[in-house]
């Protein structure tokens, strides 16, 4: 038997099976290999990718970084000097521009703008201007092949506000490119674009007004009480009221409402946190939608350098904070001007003698009562004793044309010069009477009574704000009072000066009677003066040019000599009755221009030449001052403001508008002229007298608009002296103290966005604003602006009524109230006059004197018919310059720029990388590299040299981030 057979064909078959496991174990293992291979070859190919894709990146952002470089050197070469002005192209056309928001760049010599260069790419070969705002690739359309898009629909609204330039190419020669060869033409590796946008001409959107932060004592220890001294701070702690007032001296922050209707005001103190313009939607109530809205017209925050723009190569502003170094004398005590006592809202000043200088713009300082009237007349009699005597009586009207209230002195006195010597013929004798010396006898200066024990009524203690007063008398013992005090009478002296007498004349009836022959008075070589004293020192003097005519008055038999009732002769002079003259500078004629009636020396054709009451002829000037209320704008009926005086110390130049000059309100208005040059010269720090204010931890200024600036790598400026004597490089220094400073919240007269105008011209916003002086009212101010931005709360005229001249309202108010609509026609007209210029203002002084201000307020109908031009009730642009002058400059010094830059295959041409970067650029008060020579850093920064700094002060970025197509 066979039995092992079918056990062998059994493993046969195992066997089989066991080698086909196998094979497919191996065909899986190596299915695997090929995976792996696979796999690790994909994966070297992505990270291939990825490793080329970084490389292109790498050298996109190497050409935008190229780009912005280049825009920074074009930056820093054609706007670091001072005198380098910039503004939007639609500036200088008022048709529509293909590209209305390419950056124009002005040089100003001699005062007259000529364009230099459009701060884009493209425009940094040699030609500056080859890239024009009308040649420029049309945003509305979509990029060409060659073009690109560096401010897209992702941060504007409308397709018309895009920035679209030619990308331009950055080659390199074929030579040194693997493959290409040692010869061929230059390959394209690469472009880049750049725009500069001017921030400056925006509003600042990220201010909030920081007066409740105040919390310091700046008061001036009574140590250091000193002869010349800085004066006396204010306690921001312990009185809110002044800390309120601060709202009053200047507009506390754009109004950027007026821009965004999104805008929640009470959030403002959230937008300080902003950073960057795209950080606005995330305070303040700002939708994404409204931001992208308002790219060209608002930014976060804009600084610039206190330029003073009105000097030929450019300079420093010179601080005006209270500081001994002022160079002004009339400037430097209404800078220290301060109530002698505050009463609720109501503040007293004190009288104070003029300070007469040298300045010749603002040439004096003075407090107290205006002459608008005065009559003296004169009667010559026989007394008792049979002796010729005079007899005479003075009226004075008394204006305050303050609107604060004035404390008078005991000292207030009047003393007349230029009176004729007159002929007296009594019978066969003549006698000469000097009527200049028969006043001075007995006295230098006949008194006015500022108090009468127990008798208010006869005496004056205060002027009201606009109070007109009437006193009258003699002189020597008498004195004039409001009662009416007597004339006075005394024995005639006659003769010459050395040999004075008196005169007897015979008794009874004279044949003949008595006779006074009466020489004129010339207008000019020495008119008919009356000199206003306060304490023996001048207040003013009134010298009419009245041609007083030769006159013979007498009293004849049978009239009774020993009687000395009425008067004989007399002089006077009035007030013109036209509010214009002395409120209107641009009334009158070359030859008879207003005058400020608080001039210490009033001379020529102030008075009324129509003489509704008094006369040439001194025998006609017999009668009274007329008290009624239809007497005439000056009358002691009615009540006149006209000026301010300050309550603590100003930060606005505009409030400058009530220092007295040659004609009334000058700085600020058309009329100004060089006064208006200050608004270039000069700024108010603010910075601490008294308080140790410390850089390294700055506490808020009362001038919000302030900025510390300190260089990097740079030490903390020193504080300063309190009363600093000697120039130093501090920041209490006069010279210095724009070497470390800024505007915060600066803005270019010059822009053409009418919604930055709108927050700009928006004024004040008060909530519950306290007026009405003893008897207080509260009022919501909006779109307010101050005449009297330090006391017009003592009225109690409601701000909301409409302004009038009924019952002289319009003189007896301090603070004009707008509609929305009015700021909107502000705005539209301020942006028309600038286009139709077609050229940016080299200055604040040019751009006031032109009067673009004044013409948006004629154009807006703000100032309704019958308001009196320029009362308190007329809204002027030294108002509107009150609110804005703190941050205003005829030039920008922050930009925006949008850099571009993208890597192309040298192989095929194709782009295979592109990147954006925007970065933020400030102009600072530092130089940059001298041309020749070392930098003197006490005298250079101050008046910097172009042929040693041709490219002027430092920039330097203060923000950057890259962007992505999505951010464009």
Same mark, same amino acid.
């Given at each position: 038997m066979n039995l092992t057979a079918p056990v062998h064909g059994r493993r046969a078959r195992v066997g089989r099976r066991n080698a086909g496991f196998a094979l497919l174990i191996t065909i899986t293992l190596l299915a695997f290999l090929v995976l792996l291979l696979v796999s690790l070859a994909s994966l070297t190919r992505v990270e291939t990718q990825v490793a080329t894709n970084s490389q292109k990146i790498s050298q996109a952002r190497q050409n935008a970084m190229l780009a912005l470089n280049v825009a920074i050197g074009s930056l820093q070469k054609q706007a670091g000097l001072d005198q380098r002005l910039t503004a939007r192209a639609d500036l200088t056309s008022t048709a529509t521009l293909r590209q209305p928001y390419l950056t124009g760049l002005w040089e100003s010599v001699a005062g007259v703008p000529t364009l230099r260069s459009w701060l884009v790419s493209g425009n940094e070969g040699a030609n500056p201007l080859s890239l024009t705002p009308a040649n420029a690739p049309d945003p509305a359309v979509a990029a060409g092949a060659d073009e690109v898009f560096l401010v897209g629909e992702a941060t504007v609204a409308t397709s018309a506000e895009r920035v679209k330039l030619v990308r331009q190419p950055l080659v390199v020669p074929s030579a040194q490119i693997p493959g290409f060869g040692s010869a061929g033409a230059d390959v394209v590796v690469g472009h880049y674009a750049y725009w500069v946008g001017d921030q400056g001409v925006k509003s600042s959107a990220a201010l909030n007004d920081q007066s409740d932060t105040l919390n310091y004592d700046d008061t001036r220890p009574a140590a250091a009480a000193i002869a010349n001294a800085s004066a006396s701070g204010s306690n921001w702690t312990a009185d809110p009221v002044q800390r309120a007032r601060l709202r009053q001296l200047s507009q506390p922050r754009p109004r950027s409402e007026k821009q965004f209707t999104s805008f929640l005001p009470d959030s403002v103190a959230q937008l300080a946190n902003a950073l960057t313009y795209q950080q606005l939607p995330l305070g303040g109530g700002i939708t994404a939608n409204e931001s992208r809205a308002r790219f060209h017209d608002a930014a976060a925050v804009n600084y610039a350098v206190l330029v003073d723009h009105s000097v030929a190569n450019g300079a420093l502003r010179q601080d005006f904070s209270d500081s001994t170094q002022t160079a002004s004398s009339a400037i430097k005590n209404y800078i220290r001007e301060r109530p002698a006592t505050i009463t609720g809202l109501q503040t007293f000043h004190d009288q104070k003698q003029a300070e007469s200088k040298t300045d010749t713009i603002f040439p004096m300082f003075s407090k107290g009562p205006v002459l608008t009237e005065c009559a003296i007349r004169f009667q010559f009699y026989r007394n008792g004793t049979n002796q010729l005597a005079l007899k005479y009586e003075i009226q004075a009207e008394l204006w305050n044309p303050y609107a604060v209230t004035i404390n008078a002195s005991a000292d207030l006195s009047l003393q007349f010069t230029n009176l004729p010597v007159v002929t007296v013929t009594v019978?066969? &004798?003549?006698? !000469?009477?000097?009527?200049? #010396?028969?006043? @001075?006898?007995?006295? =230098?200066?006949? $008194?006015? +009574?500022?108090?009468?024990?127990?008798?208010?009524?006869?005496?004056?203690?205060?002027?009201?704000?606009?109070?007109?007063?009437?006193?009258?008398?003699?002189?020597?013992?008498?004195?004039?009072?409001?009662?009416?005090?007597?004339?006075? &009478?005394?024995? !005639?002296?006659?003769?010459? #000066?050395?040999? @004075?007498?008196?005169? =007897?004349?015979? $008794?009874? +009836?004279?044949?003949?009677?008595?006779?006074?022959?009466?020489?004129?008075?010339?207008?000019?070589?020495?008119?008919?003066?009356?000199?206003?004293?306060?304490?023996?020192?001048?207040?003013?003097?009134?010298?009419?040019?009245?041609?007083?005519?030769?006159?013979?008055?007498?009293?004849?038999?049978?009239?009774?000599?020993?009687?000395?009732?009425?008067?004989?002769?007399?002089?006077?002079?009035?007030?013109?009755?036209?509010?214009?003259?002395?409120?209107?500078?641009?009334?009158?004629?070359?030859?008879?221009?207003?005058?400020?009636?608080?001039?210490?020396?009033?001379?020529?054709?102030?008075?009324?030449?129509?003489?509704?009451?008094?006369?040439?002829?001194?025998?006609?000037?017999?009668?009274?001052?007329?008290?009624?209320?239809?007497?005439?704008?000056?009358?002691?009926?009615?009540?006149?403001?006209?000026?301010?005086?300050?309550?603590?110390?100003?930060?606005?130049?505009?409030?400058?508008?009530?220092?007295?000059?040659?004609?009334?309100?000058?700085?600020?208005?058309?009329?100004?002229?060089?006064?208006?040059?200050?608004?270039?010269?000069?700024?108010?720090s603010t910075i601490p007298r008294w308080f140790a204010w410390d850089p390294a931890a700055p506490s808020p200024l009362p001038n919000r608009y302030t900025a510390l600036y300190v260089a990097p790598g740079s030490a903390l400026p020193a504080i300063g002296d309190s009363s600093p004597g000697v120039t130093d490089d501090s920041l209490r220094d006069r010279l210095h103290s724009a070497k470390h400073l800024l505007i915060r919240g600066a803005f270019n007269i010059n822009s053409t966005s009418e919604t930055a105008w709108r927050a700009v011209l928006g004024g004040v916003k008060i909530p519950a604003w306290s007026y009405g002086g003893a008897s207080p009212s509260a009022a919501a101010l909006d779109n307010a602006h101050f005449r009297f931005s330090a006391s017009a709360q003592e009225f109690s005229t409601d701000p909301a009524l409409a302004p009038t001249s009924t019952g002289d309202q319009d003189f007896n108010r301090g603070v004009h109230v707008l509609t929305d609509a009015q700021v909107s026609a502000l705005a539209t007209s301020v942006v028309n006059s600038l286009k139709a210029r077609g050229r940016p203002f080299p200055t604040l002084a040019s751009f006031v004197n032109a009067g673009v201000l004044a013409q948006a307020i004629t154009d807006a109908g703000i100032n309704p018919a019958g308001v009196r031009a320029y009362s308190p009730g007329w809204l002027s642009q030294a108002d509107i310059l009150t609110s804005i002058a703190p941050f205003i400059t005829p030039r920008s010094d922050t930009f925006v720029i949008r850099a571009y830059g993208d890597a192309v295959n040298p192989v095929t041409g194709e782009t295979e990388g592109r990147v954006w970067c925007e970065a933020i650029v400030q102009r600072t008060p530092d130089l940059t590299t001298p041309a020749t020579g070392t930098t003197n850093v006490m005298t250079d920064p101050l008046a910097p040299n172009p042929a040693k700094y041709p490219f002027g002060r430092k920039f330097q970025i203060t923000q950057f981030q890259w962007l992505s197509s999505t951010d464009i």
């Open positions: 019978g066969t &004798s003549s006698y !000469a009477v000097d009527l200049n #010396a028969q006043l @001075l006898q007995g006295s =230098t200066y006949i $008194p006015i +009574v500022a108090t009468v024990s127990n008798n208010a009524s006869t005496g004056i203690t205060t002027w009201a704000p606009g109070q007109i007063r009437v006193v009258r008398g003699g002189g020597g013992g008498n004195v004039l009072s409001v009662s009416g005090g007597a004339a006075r &009478s005394a024995v !005639a002296n006659v003769g010459t #000066a050395t040999t @004075l007498a008196t005169a =007897t004349l015979p $008794p009874g +009836v004279i044949p003949g009677g008595l006779i006074v022959s009466i020489p004129a008075i010339d207008a000019t070589a020495a008119p008919f003066t009356v000199e206003v004293k306060t304490k023996g020192n001048t207040l003013g003097f009134y010298r009419p040019a009245i041609a007083f005519t030769a006159a013979t008055v007498s009293r004849v038999p049978p009239e009774d000599l020993s009687s000395n009732a009425g008067f004989l002769f007399g002089y006077a002079y009035d007030f013109r009755d036209e509010p214009a003259y002395w409120t209107d500078g641009s009334s009158g004629t070359a030859g008879n221009p207003p005058q400020d009636p608080r001039r210490t020396n009033l001379g020529g054709a102030f008075y009324d030449a129509s003489f509704p009451v008094w006369s040439t002829g001194p025998a006609d000037n017999l009668g009274d001052i007329n008290q009624a209320s239809s007497g005439g704008f000056f009358n002691a009926a009615k009540r006149y403001s006209a000026f301010d005086l300050g309550a603590q110390e100003p930060f606005s130049l505009g409030s400058l508008q009530h220092v007295i000059g040659e004609k009334p309100n000058m700085l600020g208005n058309t009329w100004g002229g060089a006064a208006n040059d200050y608004f270039d010269k000069y700024f108010f």
